[in-house]
């Protein structure tokens, strides 16, 4: 096979957050939803500095030669991205822009200082010196270890390009400040503070003031080489490190002038690429947090559905001892996992609880299941993540709530990531010990399932369960290598099965048979499984693909061969976040459906502990298929990744019903639902 090339990953993540922007910019986005997206757009661009950029930087260190080796070309990508994102942070203060303009039109109004009446001033003079002042923190040494990561400042600029800098004190107070007045009138905190500067400097001239932020290295670099308890507590003393982090970007006030920039840039020892052109607010991510005043201007109510066999069931254990059963959110209620946990907390029967916990809601009904477990005297057994990544804190206090109350508790493994979501229950029937279990696309956390579309099997399969036993086997050190035969599990099956389930698609084609992959997943990096994909498609292999992030592989554009088949990107941004890692083959006619935590990234197949469930049940399998076929037909929301990541909507033809298919899925639910 000829090689091919693929796309860049950090530059094609860049493509897959202008997603979000266009949704925010979509005048069919009811205007308080559209806040929301560019609150998304602004986060996810914080992470990427902190976490990506980070990694950049960190290879411009990297001996010249060992770089041209790998082929690392950090200073070029890291000059296209800045780029970028110089280009959509530009677009991103016009969208802003413009969708407060059209907010004014239904009277709410987001005021700048100059729009103030004499009546609003006085009330935020009043506000400051009772409420805020105190709270306002002037920055007392200018060193960069000072600059905390993503604190938002104001510069306050002096005479001869002096400045100090001011903390917006936002943990403290609400970052949109109620205005008296009519309609619904706001205020940046920011501006506030603007209009009260001089009660902080009341001997000196104030010549300008302008937000600057300082992104840092969200990475913990701790070696691997402890125990549980050890390697925990290092992590926990090391979340401070993030606040002196390595600055990876100063995003700075694009009003702020150049020899104040400057002063900013000596003082604090910053190079040219540590520099990013910003608007004039920062940590736009507040935007989640603005107020829903007017309830038409949000998408309208989809409330959770009930499941239409778990929600009546009496008895969780005796249902699925009769077939498997899926649940999918946010379109149904997440209580059927809290009730399945709690089910086993409170049954007699059950001896035994396992779980895998990748990132726990700092309070939740599935937390209190697991405490009312351990009260009742089951055995439980958690496998936490201490390090799921800006989630560390409370995933560490959570373990040492549960161990304290009696439960096994096991913190990361050295050198790899649990990310399987995965949960096993041991029931006594008989005299004899009987499985059940959930394994899922997203995690234990019923806060995000209101948000991310994700979807979970129930089921008292004991093929499957064995396997899920071993697999916990393995978590609990009493098994090096899982013995498996139906689940799929990372690092040890996950690349392997995969890749025959592809070769054994290229064969079929080859022998003149349908064959067809279709796979749906957050994100398509490693190399092995997108060159095994060019190759199916090179052989005449139906390839289908639905990647809702950054996407490595790159479709044909030329002419193709002879017996080669296009390769088909969609990517879906819509009201919920697309979370769901879906895997279909055809199988000669007799189709593999798979689902589970796994993305087709090196990481998630040879570095983290995931688990992916075969779809045994043929009604379930059918369900299934049907939600994925209706995401497949898409034309309201998918957007076509090709070369060029234009991000160019998948073009409806002219009969062709609109198909929304968050929508349409939550209609097909509700239709099972109603019989």
């Not at 806060?447 to 396997?467: F, M, R, S, V």
Request: net charge neutral.
């Amino acid at each position: 096979m000829e090689t091919r090339p693929l796309n860049n990953r950090d530059s094609n993540w860049l493509y897959f957050n202008e997603r979000v922007l266009l949704e925010a910019a979509n005048t069919a986005t009811p205007l308080l939803e559209r806040l929301t997206f560019l609150a998304i757009f602004s986060s996810n661009l914080d992470e990427f500095f902190k976490v990506r950029i980070s990694q950049l930087r960190q290879l411009k260190s990297v001996d010249k030669s060992l770089r041209k080796k790998l082929v690392l070309k950090a200073n070029k990508n890291l000059k296209f991205i800045l780029k970028t994102v110089e280009s959509q942070q530009k677009y991103f203060g016009q969208v802003i822009g413009e969708t407060l303009s059209a907010l004014e039109q239904h009277q709410i109004y987001l005021r700048k200082p100059k729009q103030l009446n004499g009546t609003q001033k006085a009330y935020l003079s009043e506000l400051f010196k009772e409420n805020i002042q105190q709270d306002c923190g002037i920055l007392q040494e200018k060193k960069p270890s000072f600059l905390k990561d993503g604190q938002c400042y104001l510069a306050v600029h002096f005479d001869n390009d002096d400045f100090d800098l001011v903390a917006i004190p936002t943990e403290n107070h609400d970052r949109f400040v109620k205005l008296p007045g009519d309609g619904h009138q706001f205020i940046f905190l920011d501006d506030v503070l603007k209009t009260n500067l001089h009660l902080l400097f009341p001997d000196q001239e104030i010549k300008g003031s302008y937000a600057i932020k300082m992104s840092r290295d969200a990475e913990l670099y701790l070696e691997d080489d402890y125990n549980d308890t050890e390697l925990v507590e290092r992590i926990y003393e090391s979340l401070g490190n993030r606040k002196s982090g390595q600055p990876t970007r100063l995003l700075y006030d694009m009003n702020m002038p150049a020899p104040l920039q400057a002063s900013i840039k000596e003082q604090f020892h910053l190079g040219d690429v540590d520099m990013l052109l910003g608007g004039e607010y920062h940590n736009l991510s507040d935007f989640f947090g603005f107020p829903q005043v007017d309830p038409a201007l949000l998408y309208a109510p989809k409330p959770p559905l009930k499941h239409p066999v778990l929600s009546a069931t009496s008895s969780i254990f005796d249902t699925l001892s009769e077939k498997d059963q899926l649940v999918h959110f946010p379109y149904q209620e997440f209580d059927t996992v809290e009730n399945f946990i709690q089910s086993a907390a409170s049954d007699s029967n059950v001896t035994r609880l396992k779980m895998t916990l990748y990132r726990i809601a700092k309070t939740s009904a599935l937390t209190d299941a697991i405490l009312t477990a351990l009260e009742n005297g089951k055995e439980v057994v958690l496998f936490v993540e201490a390090k799921a990544r800006f989630d560390e804190e409370n995933n560490i206090m959570w373990g040492r709530i549960f161990k304290e109350k009696g439960a096994r508790v096991i913190f990361s493994v050295p050198n790899i990531k649990v990310h399987s979501k995965v949960a096993l229950v041991e029931r006594n029937e008989n005299g004899e010990t009987k499985r059940y279990g959930y394994i899922g696309t997203g995690n234990f956390n019923a806060k995000t399932a209101k948000i991310y579309c994700d979807h979970g099997l129930l089921t008292a399969n004991q093929n499957i369960l064995n396997d899920l036993s071993q697999v916990f086997l393995v978590l609990e050190r009493k098994l090096i290598i899982p013995r498996l035969r139906h689940l799929v599990v990372s690092p040890f099956t996950t690349r392997q099965v995969f890749l025959e389930l592809i070769e054994n698609e290229i064969t079929n084609a080859r022998l003149g048979k349908k064959a067809r992959i279709t796979a749906k997943m957050n994100s398509l990096e490693d190399s092995k499984m997108i060159f095994a994909l060019y190759k199916a498609s090179e052989a005449g292999v139906e390839v289908r693909l639905l990647v809702r992030g950054f996407c490595c592989l790159i479709t044909r554009q030329e002419e193709l061969k002879e017996h080669e088949k296009p390769i088909l990107v969609t990517s879906i941004v819509d009201r919920y976040l697309e979370h769901g890692r879906i895997y279909l083959f055809e199988n000669g006619g007799e189709e593999k459906m798979y689902i589970g935590s796994a993305d087709w990234m090196t990481r998630n197949l040879d570095k983290r502990i995931e688990v992916l469930a075969p779809i045994l049940d043929a009604s379930v399998f059918q369900e299934l298929k049907d939600i994925l076929e209706i995401q497949l037909n898409d034309n309201v929301k998918a957007r076509l990744l090709g070369t060029e990541a234009t991000n160019i909507t998948v073009p409806k033809r002219e009969n062709d019903p609109p198909i929304r298919s968050q929508y349409a899925i939550y209609d097909y639910l509700k239709a099972k639902l109603d019989g």
